[in-house]
């Protein structure tokens, strides 16, 4: 099931994560992107940006139902990501997500298909932050399909 997404707007105390953890952010969404986020210039759009698509993360691997007995097991994002998950658990306000309880966000897990389909959606939206010409209007918004087929390896970091 394709679906349209758009990733959520912050106000500027809304936003949790400082420089270098929207960079941590960024490189674990866009695994083939890292000497491009290492050199970009982090302002408060490009954190509102990384903070929209870890909600989005975290969210939709909801949404799919995460069952770790099916998967056994979960996949090491590396210290620094299980660090901002953690941070993420502790400030984000319920009513930002629509799937993830509470008690989700204690143990925040998210499927690398949904990153993977983050990381496809939103590498347009990368290079106009990169590159300058993204503007306070963008839209960060794009098309999704989380569906879950038995065929792909399911990763789940967290």
């Known amino acids: 099931?394709?679906?349209?997404?758009?990733?959520?707007?912050?106000?500027?105390?809304?936003?949790?994560?400082?420089e270098e953890e929207t960079k941590v952010i960024l490189r674990f969404i866009?695994?083939?992107?890292?000497?491009?986020?290492?050199?970009?210039?982090i302002n408060d759009q490009i954190r509102e940006f990384a903070q929209g698509l870890l909600l989005e993360a975290i969210d939709g691997s909801y949404a799919l139902g995460f069952i770790h007995s099916l998967f056994?097991?979960?996949?090491?994002?590396?210290?620094?990501?299980?660090?901002?998950?953690?941070?993420?658990?502790?400030?984000?306000?319920?009513?930002?997500?629509?799937?993830?309880s509470a008690k989700d966000l204690m143990n925040i897990k998210i499927y690398d298909i949904v990153?993977?389909?983050l990381e496809r959606s939103f590498s347009s939206n990368l290079d106009m932050y990169a590159s300058g010409v993204a503007t306070s209007k963008i839209k960060n918004s794009g098309f999704v399909n989380y569906n879950d087929s038995s065929k792909m390896k399911k990763a789940v970091w967290g």
Request: no cysteine; net charge positive.
């Open 1 to 18: 099931m394709n679906k349209h997404i758009h990733l959520r707007k912050f106000k500027k105390e809304e936003l949790i994560f400082d």
């Open 30 to 41: 866009f695994k083939s992107r890292h000497n491009l986020i290492d050199n970009l210039s």
């Open 72 to 100: 056994g097991g979960a996949f090491n994002p590396g210290a620094a990501a299980k660090k901002i998950f953690t941070k993420f658990a502790r400030k984000a306000l319920k009513h930002w997500f629509k799937h993830a």
């Open 115 to 117: 990153r993977k389909q």
